[in-house]
């Protein structure tokens, strides 16, 4: 009798993933960046960031990638974001790689400029690549004023990714994500509504896109051969006029010719929350793995594995994420709830449901959201478990509250850093 031919199978969620530079992930789950806000006096991680991350280390994920972290101590986030950069002590970030890894998986770190979306309260200026502010509504108040930077200050920016880059690969993390996604700094210069410029930076996609592949190269030339190098970015800005689906595709392009090892595809900034599931213009994405469609897509033109993240939270999305043919799926607000997600998926079905915040207003029910997993996250960091028995309207005052009190540590911070002699 002729031989069936056997169709052929997606991978499995729990198949490792071997990636191009020949760093194995031991499972197709991710552990996505999530702010996290824990940092220690001097923009340091400590404990907190030990026993959480040692929480998802033993929770099953194949890959762990952390809260972004911040290249420049000017540029934050929030008070609470961690910094490092060419002179800054590598012991904490040691003894957070070290606990990490307690459940062998692979750590990377994200790397990340916020540009304009940083708070006015820090006292810093919003970089950004043109004078353009945030279109925040009444809201706006509470960014910081936007100013241009110079091509010298690009080209200060691209060092200090690379250096931090190179810190973390001391420090004994296995790789780096480069932040090009959710309006920060490198996708606002992609972003033709952000950046008017009209120089080498500016203009078309291929020159918007020009700071992120220098990014790139600066950070894989120090990279070393067995250290990640991975991309996050937008599958699209969900804003009319701005970063689309036919700039994803003219950049992934770009990015084949750059070798990186993995492509984390989602979508929205502050403006248009769509990592949250909201749109500022008024598509509407699904109710988990939001970005899979543009994802799927894409991954047909990507040379390297591509990731996708947005609001998976069930095993079957999750495979369905893998028989599209996108090779890594990744998890974020449902490791803040349940951070052994991936080891309940390779027993059982498991469903985590976050506490969802349906407030008219967009903008404050995307910081209520934000607000809610980071409190999952210090109770975590404190040695405690996650509950969904919280209230948005309380969790966000606290979280304001808290904000305040880091805002004050980080002036402080800054001020003596400043007054120091160099």
């Known amino acids: 009798m002729p031989t069936v031919p056997t169709p052929h199978l997606p991978p499995a969620l729990h ?21 996290e806000a824990l940092a220690e006096p001097g923009q340091l991680p400590g404990l907190g960031s030990q026993t959480l991350y040692r929480r998802w280390a033993e929770g099953g994920a194949g890959l762990l990638i952390t809260g972004n972290v ?24 040691a003894a957070w790689a070290r606990a990490a890894h307690a459940g062998g998986a692979r750590l990377w770190m994200q790397i990340n400029h916020p540009g304009r979306q940083v708070f006015a309260a820090l006292g810093n200026p919003g970089y950004a690549p043109s004078e353009v502010a945030l279109d925040m509504g009444k809201h706006g108040k509470l960014f910081a004023p936007v100013r241009a930077l110079t091509e010298a200050e690009i080209a200060t920016i691209v060092r200090r990714f690379a250096d931090t880059a190179h810190a973390a690969r ?19 210069f992609l972003s033709p509504l952000a950046n008017r410029r009209d120089d080498r930076y500016g203009g078309p996609i291929a020159l918007r896109a020009r700071l992120l592949l220098d990014v790139v190269r600066a950070v894989k030339a120090v990279a070393g051969p067995d250290f990640a190098v991975a991309v996050k970015l937008n599958s699209a800005d969900f804003q009319r006029g701005g970063f689309d689906e036919a700039d994803a595709r003219a950049v992934v392009g770009l990015l084949n010719a750059e070798g990186i090892d993995l492509l ?36 047909r033109l990507a040379h390297m594995p591509v990731m996708t993240t947005g609001g998976i939270r069930r095993r079957a999305v999750a495979e369905q994420v893998l028989a599209s043919g996108v090779a890594v799926v990744g998890l974020a607000t449902a490791l803040a709830y349940e951070p052994d997600l991936p080891r309940r998926w390779a027993a059982a079905e498991a469903v985590a449901e976050p506490v969802a915040v349906t407030w008219k207003n967009k903008s404050i029910g995307s910081l209520a959201t ?13 040695g405690v478990a996650p509950t969904r028995h919280v209230s948005p309207v309380i969790t966000l005052v606290l979280d304001q509250w808290r904000a305040s009190r880091l805002t004050r540590r980080y002036l402080r911070w800054r001020q003596d850093a400043t007054a120091q002699p160099r």
């Open 15 to 35: 198949d490792p993933l071997v990636l191009p530079n020949g760093q194995t992930l031991k499972n197709r789950i991710a552990k996505a960046a999530m702010e």
């Open 70 to 93: 911040m290249v420049a101590p000017d540029a934050l986030t929030g008070p609470g974001g961690l910094v490092l950069e060419a002179g800054t002590p590598l012991a904490p970030y």
């Open 170 to 188: 001391e420090a004994g993390f296995d790789g780096v994500q480069i932040h090009a996604a959710h309006g920060y700094l490198l996708s606002q």
């Open 264 to 299: 984390e595809l989602s979508g929205g900034s502050y403006e248009s929350p769509a990592m949250q599931g909201r749109t500022a213009d008024g598509r509407t994405l699904g109710r988990e793995a939001y970005f899979l469609e543009f994802a799927q897509d894409l991954a």
């Open 370 to 382: 934000m607000a809610l997993a980071r409190r999952q996250l210090r109770r975590m960091a404190a």
